[in-house]
């Protein structure tokens, strides 16, 4: 019968395309497996053959949610069944699926009380001439969805094979409805190990050679984690991270890093636990049992692999040796919480495999056998210095020299090494919190830390300051991004603020970083360490003429430093004609008072040789006076998101684009479309909205006449 791709001619095939041979066999090989979670219309074409009686319904809807998000919901009249392309099966192992086959309460999902109502799971070698049974369906829980799990029969391995759920009959529209989500046609991975640290070029594109199932999981940030995670949030539905097939082998391990629900208050509701299955996925047990007092477990007391908020409210690393129970045979994992759009957790550098040496010591994280160590240790503690309300008892500093000095030794105080400045006029305001990174110099067997405030000079009055809350542990909190408005100001952001002080200035909504100050000689603003890659932007506002008038012109430069403040290199240095060996003719990264008098917003992408683990910036007002001149920063922002950096017209916050007025939408783009001509005879007063800026030159007859009356002469020194 030509297997169902051909028309018979006169005792011979005619093949349909894609087909030939006396029997209609494919000319190719058909796809070899099959996922679909229903959550993009455009796989229902290319996926399925035919769905009939269906529609995808959201969580709302329907038989509500089976798997994660949308599922495809049969309710309509008529013919209701869902058929697959032909496939190629000869190496696929099982079929999967959730289903819900009536059983609700609700109108839309009910009946399927005969059994020729059930559903029946199919398939055909034939192009669906003669079908098959692989399963009966009746009615499920009202409660949950069912998992189903096939393991496909011989007969259903070959070069062309389709697999359908059709219902042979029902009562009529929107009665005996049923759902199906999570369809996976595959074969058994039994993969020795896994490693997924999550950081990936496309935020959609998981790792499908890894994980069996992710419901609705993206790759994000999450609670100040260093870099992207697999992250689940504003889910209704169960969150689940499900390996594929593992054959694990004695003294493996599992490793991950976890964060659930970003808090350090605990609660018992919505855990997340670690489970493992030998059934495919059918029934789960706990990696670790809880062993209380009253339990016999050989003094071995634990809480089991259940991870709740606040104990794992901040990032943790965790190492379980797995036992002989789990690693005998087939043997899949999960990361799994209850359902719930208020609850999230977060999971990063999840390695299942052989061990590392010393499981790394706990300062590590194990990859095929080897560690990668934590990149460093912190110092972490809450100080406050003084207090601007000038009380009796905590006076207001007068100086930088009322600043208290971090410093270490390692050889019990004979040699002291800086490890920082407190500025006391940032940490007088309220307590706040300071972290600092440990140079490998002072990671050594015995290390002193030491908080100390200068004398000065003998029975001069000096701030009192207050320490608490202090932590000497391993650094697990890099970031690649930052964003201050200095309400208050970061000060785990700036590494040191010279003749700065935040308040409302130049006009300014709310608090910026005012430059004002002349003790000294320098007016700076310095950034801790950030990491930096080819996708980081830097934007921020800058004002210079906060004075009104100033005695001489005078620039701000923006530099970075990839080695720690020890030398410096200014973000974009300048292309000029006639140079050749840059790109796009642009001016340095050094602002002019006289271009940025009034509040200007500046977006830059770094240079690559700013890219690194490790970079700081620092703006610096160049000039040998300081008196006279204010100038103030605001709106900082380093980090990635924000598309087409806002095209110019939006202030980048949180990685979303605030757009200016009269601009919208992701981008920024223009509300009305812009004008498509400009003509300017400068017989007059420049309008704005046509010439925001004009620097160095006016309207005059210096030059003579060009065409008529005036023109617009550049004369001016700058």
Same mark, same amino acid.
């Given at each position: 019968?030509?297997?169902?791709?051909?028309?018979?001619?006169?005792?011979?095939?005619?093949?349909?395309?894609?087909?030939?041979?006396?029997?209609?066999?494919?000319?190719?090989?058909?796809?070899?497996?099959?996922?679909?979670?229903?959550?993009?219309?455009?796989?229902?074409?290319?996926?399925?053959?035919?769905?009939?009686?269906?529609?995808?319904?959201?969580?709302?809807?329907?038989?509500?949610?089976?798997?994660?998000?949308?599922?495809?919901?049969?309710?309509?009249?008529?013919?209701?069944?869902?058929?697959?392309?032909?496939?190629?099966?000869?190496?696929?192992?099982?079929?999967?699926?959730?289903?819900?086959?009536?059983?609700?309460?609700?109108?839309?999902?009910?009946?399927?009380?005969?059994?020729?109502?059930?559903?029946?799971?199919?398939?055909?070698?034939?192009?669906?001439?003669?079908?098959?049974?692989?399963?009966?369906?009746?009615?499920?829980?009202?409660?949950?969805?069912?998992?189903?799990?096939?393991?496909?029969?011989?007969?259903?391995?070959?070069?062309?094979?389709?697999?359908?759920?059709?219902?042979?009959?029902?009562?009529?529209?929107?009665?005996?409805?049923?759902?199906?989500?999570?369809?996976?046609?595959?074969?058994?991975?039994?993969?020795?190990?896994?490693?997924?640290?999550?950081?990936?070029?496309?935020?959609?594109?998981?790792?499908?050679?890894?994980?069996?199932?992710?419901?609705?999981?993206?790759?994000?940030?999450?609670?100040?984690?260093?870099?992207?995670?697999?992250?689940?949030?504003?889910?209704?539905?169960?969150?689940?991270?499900?390996?594929?097939?593992?054959?694990?082998?004695?003294?493996?391990?599992?490793?991950?890093?976890?964060?659930?629900?970003?808090?350090?208050?605990?609660?018992?509701?919505?855990?997340?636990?670690?489970?493992?299955?030998?059934?495919?996925?059918?029934?789960?047990?706990?990696?670790?049992?809880?062993?209380?007092?009253?339990?016999?477990?050989?003094?071995?007391?634990?809480?089991?692999?259940?991870?709740?908020?606040?104990?794992?409210?901040?990032?943790?690393?965790?190492?379980?040796?797995?036992?002989?129970?789990?690693?005998?045979? %087939?043997?899949?994992?999960?990361?799994?919480?209850? &359902?719930? *759009?208020?609850?999230?957790? /977060?999971? #990063? +550098? $999840?390695? @299942?495999?052989?061990?590392?040496?010393?499981?790394?010591?706990?300062?590590?994280?194990?990859?095929?056998?080897?560690?990668?160590?934590?990149?460093?240790?912190?110092?972490?503690?809450?100080?406050?210095?003084?207090?601007?309300?000038?009380?009796?008892?905590?006076?207001?500093?007068?100086?930088?020299?009322?600043?208290?000095?971090?410093?270490?030794?390692?050889?019990?105080?004979?040699?002291?090494?800086?490890?920082?400045?407190?500025?006391?006029?940032?940490?007088?305001?309220?307590?706040?919190?300071?972290?600092?990174?440990?140079?490998?110099?002072?990671?050594?067997?015995?290390?002193?830390? %030491?908080?100390?405030?200068?004398?000065?000079?003998? &029975?001069? *009055?000096?701030?009192?300051? /207050?320490? #608490? +809350? $202090?932590? @000497?542990?391993?650094?697990?909190?890099?970031?690649?991004?930052?964003?201050?408005?200095?309400?208050?100001?970061?000060?785990?952001?700036?590494?040191?603020?010279?003749?700065?002080?935040?308040?409302?200035?130049?006009?300014?909504?709310?608090?910026?970083?005012?430059?004002?100050?002349?003790?000294?000689?320098?007016?700076?603003?310095?950034?801790?360490?950030?990491?930096?890659?080819?996708?980081?932007?830097?934007?921020?506002?800058?004002?210079?003429?906060?004075?009104?008038?100033?005695?001489?012109?005078?620039?701000?430069?923006?530099?970075?430093?990839?080695?720690?403040?020890?030398?410096?290199?200014?973000?974009?240095?300048?292309?000029?004609?006639?140079?050749?060996?840059?790109?796009?003719?642009?001016?340095?990264?050094?602002?002019?008072?006289?271009?940025?008098?009034?509040?200007?917003?500046?977006?830059?992408?770094?240079?690559?040789?700013?890219?690194?683990?490790?970079?700081?910036?620092?703006?610096?007002?160049?000039?040998?006076?300081?008196?006279?001149?204010?100038?103030?920063?605001?709106?900082?922002?380093?980090?990635?998101?924000?598309?087409?950096?806002?095209?110019?017209?939006?202030?980048?916050?949180?990685?979303?684009?605030?757009?200016?007025?009269?601009?919208?939408?992701?981008?920024?783009?223009?509300?009305?479309?812009?004008?498509?001509?400009?003509?300017?005879?400068?017989?007059?007063?420049?309008?704005?909205?046509?010439?925001?800026?004009?620097?160095?030159?006016?309207?005059?007859?210096?030059?003579?006449?060009?065409?008529?009356?005036?023109?617009?002469?550049?004369?001016?020194?700058?």
């Amino acid at each position: 019968m030509c297997n169902g791709h051909g028309r018979c001619v006169e005792g011979i095939c005619k093949c349909d395309a894609g087909y030939s041979s006396l029997s209609c066999s494919p000319e190719r090989q058909l796809p070899n497996s099959l996922k679909t979670d229903f959550s993009m219309m455009h796989k229902l074409e290319s996926d399925w053959l035919a769905v009939l009686g269906a529609d995808v319904a959201g969580a709302n809807q329907g038989c509500g949610i089976l798997l994660s998000g949308e599922s495809l919901y049969f309710s309509k009249a008529g013919p209701r069944q869902l058929v697959s392309k032909d496939l190629h099966t000869l190496s696929i192992d099982f079929l999967q699926f959730y289903i819900q086959v009536g059983g609700r309460s609700n109108i839309r999902c009910y009946g399927i009380e005969k059994r020729e109502e059930h559903i029946l799971v199919q398939y055909s070698n034939n192009g669906g001439i003669t079908w098959h049974l692989l399963k009966e369906l009746q009615e499920t829980d009202p409660n949950q969805s069912r998992f189903i799990h096939i393991v496909l029969p011989e007969k259903a391995k070959t070069e062309s094979t389709r697999i359908r759920w059709w219902q042979p009959t029902h009562s009529g529209a929107n009665v005996d409805q049923w759902s199906v989500d999570g369809v996976v046609l595959s074969r058994y991975k039994d993969m020795p190990n896994l490693l997924d640290t999550f950081q990936q070029d496309s935020p959609l594109q998981l790792q499908d050679d890894l994980w069996l199932t992710i419901t609705e999981g993206m790759y994000a940030p999450y609670c100040q984690s260093r870099d992207d995670t697999l992250m689940f949030a504003d889910q209704q539905n169960e969150k689940f991270a499900m390996t594929k097939d593992m054959q694990l082998q004695t003294g493996d391990i599992v490793q991950f890093r976890i964060n659930v629900g970003c808090s350090k208050a605990f609660s018992y509701h919505h855990p997340v636990l670690l489970q493992y299955s030998h059934d495919a996925g059918l029934t789960w047990r706990l990696v670790n049992k809880p062993c209380y007092i009253d339990d016999q477990c050989s003094g071995r007391y634990t809480e089991g692999s259940i991870y709740y908020t606040g104990t794992y409210g901040e990032w943790r690393l965790v190492v379980i040796p797995l036992d002989d129970k789990i690693i005998n045979g %087939r043997v899949n994992l999960r990361w799994w919480q209850k &359902g719930g *759009p208020v609850y999230n957790f /977060a999971l #990063d +550098d $999840v390695y @299942i495999g052989p061990p590392c040496p010393d499981m790394c010591s706990g300062h590590g994280v194990c990859l095929h056998g080897v560690c990668s160590c934590d990149p460093g240790y912190e110092v972490q503690f809450l100080i406050k210095i003084g207090s601007s309300e000038d009380r009796r008892t905590c006076r207001k500093p007068r100086g930088r020299n009322e600043g208290v000095i971090v410093d270490f030794s390692t050889d019990n105080g004979i040699m002291w090494h800086i490890l920082r400045i407190l500025d006391p006029e940032t940490l007088s305001d309220k307590p706040q919190t300071v972290t600092l990174e440990l140079p490998p110099a002072a990671k050594k067997a015995s290390t002193v830390i %030491r908080w100390w405030q200068p004398i000065i000079s003998p &029975g001069s *009055p000096r701030a009192q300051w /207050a320490i #608490d +809350d $202090v932590i @000497i542990a391993v650094n697990d909190t890099n970031s690649k991004r930052f964003q201050e408005n200095f309400n208050p100001m970061k000060t785990n952001v700036w590494y040191m603020a010279m003749n700065a002080v935040p308040k409302i200035t130049c006009s300014s909504l709310g608090n910026a970083l005012e430059f004002s100050k002349n003790a000294g000689r320098m007016r700076y603003a310095e950034t801790w360490d950030f990491r930096v890659t080819p996708s980081t932007f830097l934007q921020f506002d800058i004002a210079m003429g906060c004075s009104g008038t100033y005695s001489a012109l005078y620039s701000v430069q923006l530099q970075y430093s990839v080695d720690m403040g020890h030398s410096w290199h200014m973000v974009a240095d300048d292309c000029l004609p006639p140079q050749l060996d840059c790109s796009g003719y642009h001016l340095s990264s050094s602002f002019l008072s006289d271009a940025y008098a009034n509040w200007t917003r500046v977006t830059r992408y770094l240079p690559p040789t700013a890219v690194s683990p490790a970079t700081r910036f620092r703006w610096l007002q160049q000039t040998v006076t300081l008196r006279g001149n204010i100038w103030a920063l605001d709106n900082i922002y380093l980090g990635d998101g924000c598309p087409w950096m806002c095209s110019g017209h939006g202030q980048c916050d949180q990685g979303v684009c605030r757009c200016d007025s009269g601009y919208f939408g992701v981008y920024c783009v223009p509300y009305i479309p812009l004008p498509m001509v400009l003509k300017e005879t400068f017989e007059k007063t420049l309008p704005r909205d046509s010439w925001p800026e004009v620097y160095g030159g006016e309207i005059s007859r210096v030059c003579g006449i060009l065409v008529s009356g005036t023109a617009l002469t550049f004369f001016k020194v700058t």
